[in-house]
């Protein structure tokens, strides 16, 4: 199995901080890479696919970047709405697998 | 509008079968172009693949599951489903059914392995 490793595992931060989590794979997947937020009792929401491109309707301060092995996840103002856990996952193989999750809380 | 909808009991027997139904509208089950998954989350803990199976039938599981667990189609009623056999409490989760892009999920249906 492919393993995700995201940093850090929680952060805290201001209302209109620029956030950003990263996401490791254990080996090569090339761009094959979703973003997830996840809120409280709430299915997962896809915000990032093909490791860049943004979900529609999804809003433009949320963006990813990287390939191959080395992922970012950026917020660039973060907002109240935003508190949530964010997951990256991989879908260049199965089985799919997903981080161990990004939980944003504000300061 | 897609949308999914999990269904199902929310109590299971330790070494019992949980069976669940995942009603798909808004978009053809075998289309012919997604596959179809279920995803499982225990309380505070990441999400775990489970499987999917492909519109004409084809399925495929995660290898830490796959001697217990059965996904089908029921094209007829547009739905497909999930049986996981022999259970335990390790098997207490949320499980979501999602269409193959990942872009639409259920709400999710809690499921507790206890007798």
Known sequence: DIQMTQSPSSLSASVGDRVTITCQASQDISNYLNWFQQKPGKAPKLLIYDASNLETGVPSRFSGSGSGTHFTFTISSLQPEDIATFYCQQYDNLPRTFGQGTKVEIK | ?115
């Not at chain 2, 949980?18 to 803990?45: F, H, K, M």
Request: hydrophobic share 30%; glycine share 8%.
């Open chain 2, 1 to 115: 509008q897609v949308q999914l909808q999990e269904s199902g009991p929310g109590l299971v027997k330790p070494s019992q079968t949980l069976s669940l139904t995942c009603a798909v509208s808004g978009d053809s089950i075998n289309s012919g172009y997604y596959y179809w998954n279920w995803i499982r989350q225990p309380a505070g803990e990441t999400l775990e693949w489970i499987g999917r199976v492909s519109p004409t039938g084809i399925t495929n599981y995660n290898p830490s599951l796959q001697s217990r667990v059965t996904i089908s189609l029921d094209t007829s009623k547009n739905h497909f489903s999930l049986k996981l056999r022999s259970v335990t409490a390790a098997d207490t989760a949320v499980y979501y059914c999602a269409r193959g892009d990942l872009a639409y999920w259920g709400q999710g249906t809690l499921v507790t392995v206890s007798s």
